[in-house]
Every structure is written in structure tokens, then in C-alpha cells.
């Protein structure tokens, strides 16, 4: 019984983000995307305007102090974990229909493989960890 109601889970959940993406499509589609940047959003304004707004939005400022953010590049994380293998998914600009076929789409490469092709990728939607 857990097995049949997983895969049903599984299935709903496969429906649900095919919707989720033929809406996101529909919407850059209308050319009515507008992304703000901000800085010295309050909790409030936050989830009052864009969470519960569903309104995109950058927020600045927030992560300046963080170690990481001196130390984590591409180039860092390819010396110190390119060994690593990782799941990706790719192909995905040839397939309409990946977000219900996402097995067609799965595949294992060491990190420094996917950092190359973050590198030279461009702005693509084709692979992702």
C-alpha cells in the first residue's frame, strides 16, 4: 500500500509541476515580468508584497558579510570537489515535456563537468543540479 500511494504521490506531484511550468511559461510568454532589486526589505514587506504576492523580487545585501561569499566560485568548487559525482538534469531544451519525463533527463557527471558547463552554457534552462 505505501509503494501504490507514493507513485500516486508521484504522479500528482509530476501533474502539479507541469502545470507549474506551463503557467511560468505562459507568464514570460506576456512580457509582464518585472523583477525588482531591493535592499532593506523588512520580514513584513517581504511576505506582504512578494511572497503572498507572488511578485519575483532580488534581495540585496543580505549575504555581504558571509564567509562563503569570498571564498565559493566555480573555480573554487572545481579544485576542491570536482571528483564528486552529482545528478544533473539535461537535455531538457530538446524535450517539451521533460517536467513529466524526468528520468529521460537524469544523469551523473563529476562536478567539474557540470561547473564547465555552467561556464560556458549561456543563459540556459538545459541542465541543473
Do not use: C
Not at 2 to 31: F, K, N, P, T
Amino acid at each position: 500500500p505505501y509503494m501504490v500511494a507514493a507513485r500516486r504521490i508521484g504522479r500528482r506531484y509530476e501533474w502539479l509541476e507541469a502545470m507549474a511550468d506551463l503557467y511560468a511559461e505562459l507568464h514570460r510568454q506576456s512580457g509582464a515580468v518585472t523583477l525588482e532589486k531591493r535592499r532593506g526589505v523588512s520580514p513584513e514587506e517581504f511576505f506582504t508584497r512578494y511572497y503572498f504576492g507572488h511578485r519575483p523580487v532580488v534581495l540585496q545585501g543580505f549575504m555581504e558579510d558571509w564567509p562563503a561569499m569570498r571564498r565559493w566560485s566555480l573555480a573554487d568548487f572545481r579544485e576542491r570537489f570536482g571528483d564528486v559525482e552529482v545528478e544533473i538534469m539535461s537535455g531538457r531544451d530538446t524535450n517539451p515535456d521533460h517536467a513529466s519525463q524526468p528520468d529521460k533527463h537524469r544523469q551523473v557527471v563529476k562536478l567539474r563537468d557540470y561547473v564547465q558547463r555552467v561556464e560556458t552554457g549561456g543563459e540556459t534552462n538545459d541542465f541543473y543540479m
